[in-house]
Structures are given as structure tokens and as C-alpha cells.
């Protein structure tokens, strides 16, 4: 059974950084795609960045030029390196994975095994 567990929120200033990391476990599938995605309070969960297993990754435009999705698969762990915090990247973040390789954030439905989140604020 697949479990991740998501961890490094936080509450930090705008401009600031912070790194999420995603620790996996129980993925024996040979092709997946794996992301990281965020539901502010009251909206939708929407995806901002994947990564497949041969390292291919995507962004959504908001993130683009300011966040790093990476895996580390000795270590079995996923990655976000968040840099520039904006207050709007303010959500509870979670990390996502599906057993195909398609390098889409949406729908974030398709994504079958999700962590628990943890929350990030930026303020002001």
C-alpha cells in the first residue's frame, strides 16, 4: 500500500523559502507521476508541479521560476524548494501520486494516493 507523509511547512514572510519533502513509501509501480498540489481555504485543490519517474517535470505558470519539484529516489522522498513566497501561495499543501507517467497537474482526481498535507503561510 503506498503512504506518503508530507512535511517542512511553516509559516514564513513574503519572499521567503521553504522546502516540502514527501516521504514514500510502498510505490512498487515502474512508471508513476508524482505532485505536489494546494487547497487554500474555501477553493479548489489545484496542482502546482509533477514530476514522472524518468525526471520529466512540469509547473503550473503560477509557480514557474520560483519553485523546484525534485525526487530523490535512494531516499524514497519527493521535493518542493519553494522560493519567493508570495502571500497568495498561502494553502495547505499535499503531495499526490499516479501510476502513469503523464506529465499533467489536472485533474487532480486522476492522482490516486495523497498524503495528509501540511500547511504553509505566508504573510505580508
Known amino acids: 500500500q503506498v503512504q506518503l507523509v508530507e512535511s517542512g511547512g511553516g509559516s514564513v514572510q513574503s519572499g521567503g523559502s521553504l522546502r516540502l519533502s514527501c516521504a514514500v513509501s510502498g510505490n512498487t509501480f515502474r512508471t508513476y507521476r508524482m505532485g505536489w498540489f494546494r487547497q487554500p481555504p474555501g477553493k479548489e485543490r489545484e496542482g502546482v508541479a509533477v514530476?514522472?519517474?524518468?525526471?520529466?517535470?512540469s509547473y503550473a505558470d503560477s509557480v514557474k521560476g520560483r519553485f523546484t519539484i525534485s525526487q530523490d529516489n535512494a531516499e524514497n522522498t519527493l521535493y518542493l524548494q519553494m522560493n519567493s513566497l508570495k502571500p497568495e501561495d498561502t494553502a495547505m499543501y499535499y503531495c499526490?501520486?499516479?501510476?502513469?507517467?503523464?506529465?499533467?497537474?489536472?485533474?487532480?482526481?486522476?492522482?490516486?494516493?495523497w498524503g495528509q498535507g501540511t500547511q504553509v503561510t505566508v504573510s505580508s
Open positions: 499526490g501520486l499516479d501510476p502513469r507517467m503523464w506529465l499533467l497537474l489536472h485533474p487532480v482526481a486522476e492522482y490516486k494516493y
Open positions: 514530476i514522472n519517474s524518468i525526471g520529466a517535470t
